[in-house]
């Protein structure tokens, strides 16, 4: 049984998903689901400590042996990630069954808990392969379901913005696709190892560099770095609250790991940096996606909005740390993920508590809610610190590490740049606090005795991941550590 | 004693202080009785760590955070005084709050004790911290706690007084206190507090000098022009918070940060060696000047004690600039005794406004006669701000001006006076127009209405002005108990 962890990791929520859809009661659904998740969640921690224990697990699909057959590879930086995708679907799982309720209409919701199980199975799969065109397909598994579950949203404006993500997304799995195939014609295999090592003899082929320009791009979209990050404010605003969770947490940190294992496992990180100058072309793209998209959010009054153009800020600070070419970089830019992925699930997480209980995300209506809803404010608060870095909180953590490779590379520019998009994340912060604890409601239908605090199942894991920003503030050793094991396997 | 080595207690007790205050919220007289507990037992515990023997390091290690990171804690005499300043002063504070919150009927007291037990708590975290890391922790969580205080009111005005506040401070520190750590860890691989310093042979010249600057920039709750706004801007909050807070612990954890930084970081020998601190020198000496010119145009006492307050902070920014040992103990011990003489006059301004709710000197005109013992402390706590003997001041700002002497900055010195002569100009016609002015017409018409504020507030402003009396009789075992930090 344990043997087969790599593939039943991808293939118990692919099979779950058609099971969702057949199911008739919205609960039975929502709670397949979550067991799925939970699931996952363990045969991830599983994984992660046979990794831990016995170094990289190669599975073999089928018995057929790699570079022949699709092999399941699991080493440090898959089980972190795998860890990462799978903690925050059960987490928003979890807390997931009222807010869906009032937001998926009963017909739709075996619909919805399958296309997010298949979601999931997409996000699982691209990290546990160890296969260039794998990868593809489960980014498309992945892709299609994510733009149904957005087109779900109970605002009009989710389709188009559904269908704004399906134009962006389509044009970048074709780019990775047509990037994967033009390394299958070079090199005749598939097999991310294998390419590993017969791409250090043909860096002069002018084909590799057309490959090396379509992955970077097609990557970039699903990253959603600026300036291709177009689709994700409007995807994130007008999704389900709790796709939104789950979307912010994962997919954008998926579409990190394989700027990873293509750029430090594919391309071996000195054909990347050395020959293709990956670092010039990432560096001023994160500055500026910091810098902008951080000011963007100060003016924006959908709070969901905001938070969505704040991820846009985040991603430019890991690009930033991966920009740097330096080991030090490389482990800020996982520690960064990990951190951010729980912050801004956390975040959402919040919001969706509000919408569940006053329906909107607009600024204007948050006045009062630090005494109406003051768990939920609280977190918020203590989130929001983390988003900005104070000390304590996971998002110090982050900062610091990106911070200090910055310094340590002698690259000041970037230095200023990450303690200046810490001071915007302070202004637009504090818009949402000064609101909620300084205003009083001016809107007659909010002054009802119907806004209280959410119910507890969404309370609890949200405070779950409020405590999760403490502790890994305070304790590196997870994430630091498997960080740097993982960055120290691929960039040797 | 074993459990006097558990330096976390200065922390957990005044947090304790705080659940308690928040188990109490509907029983009022128990919520003050367990703030003033905790800090009667942070003050004790804080007089039996004095008993130790500081040749020992006592390093308390909490957590380690990445390797090299640590939160940790130590005994050391600077840090010793100041915790003891800052609890000592918090049990009269809390004395003082009662009276204070209870005259003028504010709201949310529940939520003003806890956030004022947190804030007391990152102070003990910054007096103890054994690196700049935990230091700087500590200084983050100070600015975060006393935010609920001093928008406390909940206003526009409080809104936008906390914007400034927050903003300088949480700016300054990210921007500047930040990146000079980070730069101080990747220089010189360790944030430990190191008595001569850390950075010797690992920095020199220009690159010393802009540290320095970028250190003391960093510490915003030092107040060096331009980064002093927040000082003013916190002047909205209710005065127990102005005066424990922006007089003593908030101000005053920035300069002893300055201090701190000067001596175990970069050791005062180093900063003599390069004179890194050329330029910081001249912007305090800028900022003593201005901030008092601009003290004598505000007729409003508490925001004229405020720009008093930042001028005063420059004096202990200049010690630790001058990089001369006596000066840098003149900064060390004007910490103690401008708190003991600017607290006083704070808890003076928050006693008139409680009797009669006049904020502007310009009203003050013949209160002197109805409120004899207030304007009698204030005149005490103004002479030992300006420092005239007999009062504590004067041995502090005689060790500046010692300092200044024997460093040749002549200039410094002159600025010194300069300074003086300002303080008395904008510190004394306060209690002078209180006792020799005739009544203006509305106070006269108030009649017998007007007398002295409960005594709640009254004791504990004539305990701070009999401190700053007693002060400048008994500073030898301070000064004794200071000496080896900057004599190593």
């Known amino acids: ?492 | 004693m074993q459990f006097l080595e558990h330096l976390e207690l200065a922390i957990l007790i005044p947090l304790l202080g705080g659940i308690f205050v928040l188990a109490f919220h509907s029983r009022p007289r128990l919520r003050e009785a367990s703030s003033i507990l905790a800090g009667v037992l942070l003050f004790l515990y804080i007089t039996q760590l004095l008993g130790l023997d500081p040749a020992q390091d006592h390093l308390r290690t909490l957590l380690e955070i990445s390797p090299g990171l640590s939160i940790a804690f130590h005994l050391e005499p600077l840090g010793l005084v100041f915790a003891l300043l800052a609890s000592g002063l918090w049990v009269i504070t809390t004395v003082y709050s009662i009276g204070y919150l209870n005259g003028n009927a504010e709201k949310n007291q529940t939520r003003f004790y806890l956030f004022f037990a947190m804030s007391i708590a990152s102070a003990m975290g910054i007096a103890l911290a054994a690196n700049l890391f935990t230091l700087f922790i500590f200084y983050e969580t100070l600015t975060l706690c006393t935010y609920p205080l001093v928008t406390h009111k909940q206003t526009s005005e409080a809104q936008s007084g906390g914007r400034i506040y927050l903003g300088v401070l949480l700016g300054t520190s990210i921007m500047f206190f930040l990146s000079a750590l980070v730069i101080t860890w990747i220089q010189a691989g360790t944030l430990d507090f190191v008595s001569g310093g850390i950075l010797e042979g690992k920095l020199g010249g220009t690159a010393s000098v802009l540290l320095f600057t970028l250190f003391m920039l960093g510490i915003g709750k030092a107040a060096l022009m331009p980064f002093h706004r927040w000082l003013p801007a916190a002047m909205v909050a209710p005065t127990p918070v102005s005066a424990l807070l922006h007089a003593v612990a908030v101000v005053k954890a920035g300069v002893f940060s300055v201090l701190k930084i000067s001596v175990y970081v970069f050791g005062i020998d180093f900063i003599a060696e390069q004179d890194a601190s050329v330029w910081v020198l001249w912007l305090a000496v800028a900022t003593m000047l201005i901030a008092s010119v601009i003290a004598l145009s505000k007729d409003n006492l508490k925001a004229r004690l405020a720009y008093s307050t930042i001028s005063q902070l420059s004096y202990i920014v200049i010690g630790a600039a001058l990089a001369w040992p006596a000066a840098a103990l003149g900064g060390a011990l004007h910490i103690v005794t401008h708190a003991f003489g600017k607290i006083t006059l704070f808890f003076c301004a928050g006693a008139i406004y409680t009797a009669t709710k006049c904020t502007h000197v310009s009203q003050f005109n013949g209160l002197g006669h109805k409120m004899p013992f207030t304007f009698a402390a204030y005149l005490l706590g103004a002479l030992s701000v300006i420092g005239l003997p007999p009062f504590a001041g004067s041995w502090s700002k005689w060790l500046l001006v010692e300092g200044s002497a024997s460093t040749q900055h002549y200039i410094v010195l002159g600025a010194f006076g300069l300074s003086t002569l300002l303080n008395c100009a904008y510190l004394l016609p306060v209690a002078l127009r209180a006792f020799f002015k005739p009544p203006s017409p509305d106070v006269a018409a108030a009649g017998p209405g007007i007398r002295e504020a409960p005594l709640a507030c009254l004791i504990p402003l004539c305990a701070t002005a009999a401190g700053t009396v007693l002060l400048f009789f008994y500073i030898q075992p301070l000064y004794d108990f200071l000496y080896p930090v900057f004599n190593p």
């Open chain 1, 1 to 492: 049984m344990l043997d087969h962890l790599p593939a039943l990791q991808v293939i118990i929520p692919l099979i779950s998903a058609p099971v969702c859809m057949l199911v008739t009661r919205a609960s039975w659904a929502w709670l397949l689901a979550t067991a799925v998740s939970i699931a996952s969640f363990v045969m991830a921690l599983l994984l992660a400590r046979e990794v831990s224990v016995h170094g990289v697990l190669s599975y073999h699909l089928g018995g057929w042996v790699p570079p022949l057959g699709i092999e399941y590879r699991i080493d440090h930086l898959s089980a972190y990630v795998l860890i990462i995708v799978s903690a925050t679907a059960s987490i928003t799982m979890l807390a997931a069954r009222k807010s869906i309720e009032q937001e998926v209409s009963r017909e739709k919701s075996g619909l919805f808990y399958s296309a997010y199980l298949l979601c999931l199975t997409g996000l699982l799969g691209i990290a546990a392969t160890g296969d260039a065109f794998n990868i593809f397909v489960f980014l498309e598994i992945s892709s299609l379901s994510s733009y149904a579950l957005i087109a779900m949203g109970r605002d009009r404006r989710a389709l188009t913005s559904a269908y704004q993500y399906l134009i962006m997304g389509t044009i970048g799995a074709t780019f990775i696709l047509i990037g994967v195939g033009l390394l299958y014609m070079l090199t005749g295999t598939l097999n991310i190892l294998d390419l590993q090592q017969k791409i250090p003899g043909i860096t002069g082929s002018r084909t590799l560099h057309a490959a090396f320009a379509f992955l970077t791009a097609g990557i970039s979209l699903k990253l959603a770095l600026f300036p291709l990050h177009l689709w994700l404010p409007n995807a994130y605003a007008y999704a389900p609250s709790m796709i939104t969770v789950f979307l912010s947490a994962t997919a954008t940190k998926v579409s990190l790991y394989l700027l990873f294992r293509f750029f430090f496992g594919l391309f071996p990180p000195e054909v990347s940096f050395e020959s293709f100058h990956l670092g010039r072309i990432l560096l001023p793209l994160s500055i500026v996606a910091i810098l902008t998209a951080s000011f963007v959010a100060i003016f924006q009054d959908n709070i969901k909005r905001m938070l969505a153009y704040s991820s846009v800020a985040q991603i430019g600070y890991m690009t930033l740390g991966i920009s740097l070419a330096s080991k030090e970089g490389s482990i800020a830019s996982m520690v960064y993920l990990l951190n951010h992925a729980l912050i801004k699930g956390g975040l959402f997480l919040a919001m969706a508590c509000i919408v569940f209980r006053i329906n909107s995300v607009q600024l204007e209506d948050f006045a009062g809610l630090g005494r109406r809803m003051p768990w939920t404010m609280a977190a918020i608060v203590l989130l929001g610190l983390g988003l900005i870095g104070v000390p304590l909180t996971a998002g110090f953590i982050s900062k610091w590490y990106v911070l200090s490779a910055a310094i340590e590379q002698g690259h000041w520019l970037g230095a200023v740049v990450v303690v200046g998009g810490s001071l915007l994340a302070i202004l637009y912060i504090w818009k949402i606090i000064e609101q909620a604890y300084f205003r009083t409601p001016v809107k007659v239908a909010l002054h009802t005795s119907a806004i209280r605090e959410a119910p507890l199942a969404m309370l609890i894991p949200l405070w779950v991941l409020v405590a999760g920003n403490f502790y890994l503030g305070l304790n590196t050793s997870f994430s630091y550590n498997f960080a740097s094991t993982a960055i120290h396997a691929i960039f040797p």
